[in-house]
């Protein structure tokens, strides 16, 4: 089973962290919505201190968190997930969308990886495998960041790598590499859809997510004036606030 956080009552906001995150990522975003919503936060298979799955799909994640909201009595939450978070919280709304009442994509894409993309996935399993997750986190994360950031609010996340292990990094980037296209999905859903959008975000290009929304039949845009890919942390407050805008 999963390990999760759960903090406050009302309508529950499932947040899904991204890769080479936990659910302390979202520490910051449990203390502004509690006291509106009931926030779970769980740490997804091969992260923090949830174990790591053998040949792990997103199907594989999402049946993992189906099973850890159904042991907690969930029947419809709002679940928004980032990075790689969201890919799982596609995979969820394709195999459970009866559970959501909506659900939100934060710096994340409906497209699957392109063939550079794929090959940039096995060149930092290599590295893993050959310097570790520390020495692969301490170059992988700060990019992600906006240069502004200071660096003490960036070493937290970086320090957080420090309890991987190289097999759940290994196992999340080929389910990454293989997960299938979505887009098909987005343009199909009746289910209202939030995104999260960074203007400096280098890995998931605003211009790509915008358009994506446009796709939707219902889509709620957040635009990050101020953050690349790490928009939860770069901007907590206001990121916060366009959630309960949007459960609301």
């Known amino acids: 089973m999963l390990h999760y956080t759960i903090a406050g009552t009302g309508k529950t906001v499932v947040l899904l962290h991204g890769f080479c995150e936990n659910n302390t990522c979202f520490n910051k975003q449990v203390?502004?919505?509690?006291?509106h919503c009931k926030v779970?936060?769980?740490?997804?298979?091969?992260?923090?201190k949830s174990a790591a799955l053998t040949n792990t799909t997103m199907e594989s994640m999402a049946d993992a968190l189906y099973q850890l909201l159904v042991n907690l009595g969930e029947n419809r939450v709002v679940l928004i997930g980032h990075s790689m978070g969201g890919y799982v919280t596609?995979?969820?709304?394709?195999?459970?969308?009866?559970?959501?009442?909506?659900?939100?994509?934060?710096?994340?894409?409906a497209k699957s990886d392109s063939e550079e993309r794929k090959l940039?996935?096995?060149?930092?399993?290599?590295?893993?495998t050959e310097k570790g997750p520390s020495f692969y986190a301490r170059n992988f994360i700060p990019p992600l960041f906006h240069p502004n950031t200071p660096q003490e609010v960036i070493t937290p996340y970086v320090n957080i790598a420090d309890d991987f292990t190289a097999e759940g990094l290994s196992e999340a980037l080929t389910a990454m590499k293989n997960r299938e296209d979505s887009i098909a999905f987005l343009e199909q859903t009746i289910l209202p859809v939030f995104w999260g959008i960074g203007k400096y975000d280098?890995?998931?290009?605003?211009?790509?997510?915008?358009?994506?929304?446009?796709?939707?039949?219902?889509?709620?845009?957040?635009?990050?004036n101020n953050s690349a890919h790490m928009g939860h942390i770069e901007e907590t407050e206001l990121l916060s606030q366009h959630i309960l805008?949007?459960?609301s």
Not at 90 to 109: D, N, P, V
């Open 31 to 35: 203390l502004l919505l509690k006291e």
């Open 40 to 48: 779970i936060t769980p740490d997804l298979p091969g992260a923090g």
């Open 90 to 109: 596609l995979a969820f709304a394709k195999k459970y969308g009866h559970m959501l009442t909506s659900f939100g994509l934060l710096h994340s894409t």
């Open 120 to 128: 940039k996935r096995d060149q930092a399993k290599r590295l893993i």
């Open 202 to 224: 280098e890995l998931i290009p605003q211009e790509d997510m915008l358009h994506q929304s446009l796709r939707c039949k219902q889509s709620y845009v957040a635009y990050l």
């Open 245 to 247: 805008r949007f459960i």
